[in-house]
């Protein structure tokens, strides 16, 4: 993302003067590219973002044992509240002392943890004898696949953490390109090392649980209750432990939300209402952007019922932001790096890359789910203890004749941009191609030069 964002995208929203990502598709295409991009950011938006609440509401209850519900509801209305009084400023100022708390929150739960082991070399150890460190799996089938994150991960990134509009507008708030540069490598680097602490922690708590597995000895109903499972058993260590924790999840869990709201009150605004009323005064708008913010936050509340009986929650989320990613990652491509591109071409291509990911979303949910790794219960107490048998043969070792469905699933966001892309270009070029009179509106390597006036002169 930060090397792709910067030079390629940042300067035409910047000499634009764009401070939404919908407005450029208006201008490189039509108006009826624009509303489509902005349909998709709502529906996979509403989809994301009762996740958003829920996994902070599962620790909460498993933490004290408050009703699931009684937190999202609670949750959802605090953070619209503050979100539709305070506006952007609120959401990014907010953010700041939340990523404070996330990062605190994570290298405390993992210090505490390797504590409790014996120390690294203990986690590490444990980790080995599982078989959970696996450096480069290269089984396309894999749900972890290296060539799988390795060619189409960054994809997800680019979109999700560049060209979201909940994250753009954040770039597109600073004074210059110069600090957009630095912005995004700040952003890269806290991202990673969230991500290298996080990824830490799971192997540390594997090694916390090597010999009596929660889930397989019934002490907990599913992999997603882990983490609060194991902040709740090591609490006792010391005073606030448990505040930590909780503080660090809601953080990350009100951060998110906030820019979601946030950006998507914009867009149901300006896309949709500001068209229908386009002479309504600042003191309604500002007033109907709050309605909105408060709207959204009640309505993710009955959405958390939904998305409550779609099974892992990283894998949901993972879906919503792929799906999202593979049709407007499309539109920004096309835009941007195809001139020839037109209206008809972006909104085949978008229409394209969305229904091809879905396709294979929904064609993968009867196929055998990878086995996961073994798991032991021998260390458990005799009345929770049981016996792990072998496990079944991973699907992919059978014949099927749907042999796609079982390509791991970071592999669907770049099959559904290759053929959101294609679909695209040829679609433009069949319905007649396309001239870009603003150079501005492409990537800056690919605009045409203007001639200078001695070559104006000699042409004459």
């Given amino acids: 993302m930060a090397l792709i964002v910067p030079p390629i995208f940042l300067p035409i929203f910047t000499e634009l003067k764009l401070t939404s990502s919908f407005k450029y598709f208006e201008l490189r295409f039509n108006r009826r ?56 400023k609120a959401v990014l100022w907010t953010d700041v002392v939340q990523l404070l708390l996330m990062i605190a929150s994570c290298v405390v739960v993992a210090a505490i943890g390797i504590r409790a082991v014996g120390g690294i070399g203990n986690v590490f150890a444990a980790a080995e004898r599982g078989g959970r460190i696996v450096i480069a799996n290269m089984d396309l089938n ?44 700040i952003q890269a680097s806290v991202f990673g090392f969230i991500m290298l602490v996080c990824q830490t922690l799971g192997v540390i708590m594997y090694a916390n649980y090597e010999t009596c597995d929660p889930v397989k000895a019934g002490i907990i109903r599913s992999v997603d209750q882990i983490l609060p499972h194991f902040i709740q058993e090591k609490a006792s260590l010391f005073l606030g432990f448990n505040g930590i924790f909780i503080a660090g999840v809601f953080a990350a869990s009100l951060s998110t939300t906030s820019s979601y709201l946030n950006a998507m009150s914009g867009i149901i605004f300006e896309d949709f ?137 970071v592999y669907y966001n770049l099959i559904g941009l290759f053929i959101g892309i294609s679909v695209g270009y040829l679609t433009s070029i069949l319905t007649g191609g396309n001239t870009v009179e603003d150079q501005r509106l492409l990537a800056p390597f690919l605009r045409r030069k203007a001639p200078t006036e001695e070559q104006i002169s000699l042409k004459s």
């Fill in 33 to 88: 590219v624009r509303l489509l991009a902005s349909f998709i950011f709502l529906f996979t938006g509403l989809l994301f973002l009762p996740v958003t609440v829920y996994v902070p509401a599962l620790t909460f209850q498993r933490v004290t044992g408050v009703d699931t519900y009684v937190t999202v509801a609670t949750l959802s209305l605090l953070c619209a509240s503050y979100t539709a009084i305070g506006g952007f």
């Fill in 142 to 185: 894999s749900r972890s696949s290296f060539t799988g994150y390795l060619v189409s991960l960054p994809l997800v990134a680019t979109y999700q953490f560049g060209l979201n509009q909940a994250n753009l507008q954040r770039f597109l708030s600073l004074p210059s390109q110069r600090k957009m540069r630095i912005s995004a490598w």
């Fill in 273 to 409: 209402i500001i068209n229908w009323r386009p002479d309504i005064n600042q003191n309604i708008a500002n007033r109907t952007m709050k309605i909105i913010v408060m709207i959204l936050g009640i309505l993710q509340i009955f959405l958390v019922f939904f998305i409550e009986k779609m099974g892992m929650i990283a894998q949901m989320t993972l879906q919503c932001m792929t799906l999202n990613a593979a049709a407007l990652l499309t539109l920004f491509i096309l835009g941007a790096l195809f001139s020839k591109a037109n209206s008809s071409g972006a909104q085949a291509g978008a229409l394209t890359a969305i229904l091809s990911v879905l396709i294979l979303i929904i064609g993968s949910l009867n196929s055998k789910p990878e086995p996961t790794l073994p798991f032991r219960t021998d260390g458990c107490t005799d009345s929770l203890n049981s016996t792990i048998t072998s496990f079944p043969q991973s699907s992919s070792d059978q014949e099927d004749i749907f042999w796609l469905f079982r390509i791991s699933f």
